[in-house]
């Protein structure tokens, strides 16, 4: 299937009155952290529907739809990686996990870290050095700070926490919100799992 045909179904599916309230709820506006964001209004369960249908999309093509303008278009690429992630095999993994790193320029808000880092990032690092994780954490761009602490999740489920904690100390100091939020999120998921855990680093920590 060609691009301009997803892209055409797209449209088809846009619903102008559900784009202007994402265009709100994502903070397109002037100076905020969404700024310039295209929405369409194509709700996330209807594009996950999407992703299965297109699901034997060949990875290049994936890879063109992530570099879209508009919102819907990228989250459906990362829903896209994800899935073909999820069963590919070693060589499918790597070469998925180097575009998401190629391209964390379009993972740029975020529904769309949130929805691929752990399946990705995470889960292409959970035995191999975690080397780029800190990088991402030091990286100027909100968005790959938000990859590199997302990315533990998948690590936090399997309770093997070292790595959440020494990325959320990283960002202790972080000036954006949506690390704070991220970061707590994850610490938070310690907890459940083990509260001595997280309550040691709290207490270190809180000031």
């Known amino acids: 299937m060609a691009i301009q045909d ?3 179904r797209l449209i088809e599916l846009a619903d102008e009155k559900h784009a202007a309230i994402s265009q709100r709820f994502f903070k397109t506006g002037p100076g905020e952290y969404g700024e310039g964001d295209v929405f369409i209004g194509i709700r996330v369960p209807v594009l996950r529907k999407l992703a299965g249908e297109y699901s034997g999309l060949p990875l290049e093509v994936t890879a063109t739809l992530l570099r879209s303008r508009i919102h819907e278009e990228r989250l ?20 998925i996990y180097e575009i998401y790193l190629r391209n964390t320029g379009f993972v740029n808000n975020w529904d769309l870290v949130d929805s691929s880092a752990e399946h990705i990032v995470g889960a292409y690092l959970v035995d ?5 994780l800190y990088r991402l954490a030091e990286s ?19 309770h ?13 100091f972080d000036r954006q919100d949506l ?7 994850m610490l938070r998921e310690i907890g459940k799992r083990h509260l001595q855990t997280e309550e040691t680093f709290l207490k270190a920590h809180y000031q």
């Not at 093997?160 to 202790?172: A, D, N, P, V």
Request: hydrophobic content about 45%.
């Open 6 to 8: 997803i892209q055409k």
């Open 76 to 95: 459906l690429a990362l829903l896209l990686l994800v899935r073909s992630f999820s069963k590919g095999d070693d060589p499918e993994k790597k070469s």
């Open 128 to 132: 191999k050095s975690k080397a780029v």
């Open 140 to 158: 100027d761009v909100l968005w790959e700070r938000r990859i590199s602490i997302m990315s533990t999740f998948h690590f936090v489920k399997r």
């Open 160 to 172: 093997e926490f070292s790595e959440t904690l020494k990325i959320s100390k990283m960002l202790l």
């Open 179 to 185: 690390i704070h939020k991220a970061t707590g999120w």
